[in-house]
């Protein structure tokens, strides 16, 4: 069976490359070839893995390994208006964030600049689910409500929605 979703972000959001952009940004989000942002499947899998561990209970998800999922991207059709009319650039913003001390200072070497994602919409699938973690995965999609760096803190407001399922 497969499984194919909408993953809406509500406010700004950053699933992080692990790369910084030098002296400019301590942190960037992971992009496609054509610099577009996407949430890998990967990581994808993980959070429903915590998800479905609540649903399910630990044993009973041995078969999500079985699973495939795919990165979540923007829509195909969006991407070739994005990218014709050289708009990548409009879909990223940055953020700074410091630590303040218990008299209200800012802490000495402690600015942060973060690249984030406005809020879209990407589409991925999940394929080979078997029959009976179906219903449980669709379930544990509606649990995530927030991805990323600083989820705490605000960022990375989403829903997942299942599109279609056969």
């Not at 050289?86 to 630590?99: F, G, H, K, R, V």
């Not at 303040?100 to 802490?107: H, S, W, Y």
């Amino acid at each position: 069976m497969r499984l194919k979703y909408e993953l809406k972000f509500f406010d700004y959001w950053h699933l992080s490359s692990g790369l910084s952009a030098g002296a400019k940004l301590d942190s960037t989000v992971v992009k496609d070839e054509n610099t577009l942002p996407y949430a890998s499947g990967k990581t994808i899998k993980g959070l429903l893995r915590e998800m479905l561990e609540d649903v399910r209970g630990e044993k009973e998800i041995a078969n999500l390994h079985a699973c495939y999922f795919t990165n979540a991207v923007v829509e195909k059709k969006l991407q070739r208006e994005i990218i014709s009319n050289q708009l990548e650039d409009n879909l990223y913003d940055i953020i700074a964030s410091t630590e303040i001390d218990n008299d209200g200072i800012a802490v000495d070497n402690s600015l942060r600049e973060i690249e984030v994602v406005v809020p879209l919409s990407l589409h991925g699938e999940v394929r080979d689910v078997a029959d009976e973690l179906a219903t449980d995965m669709i379930k544990a999609f509606a649990l995530i409500k927030r991805m990323g760096l600083n989820r705490n803190r605000g960022l990375g407001r989403c829903e997942f929605s299942v599109e279609e399922r056969r």
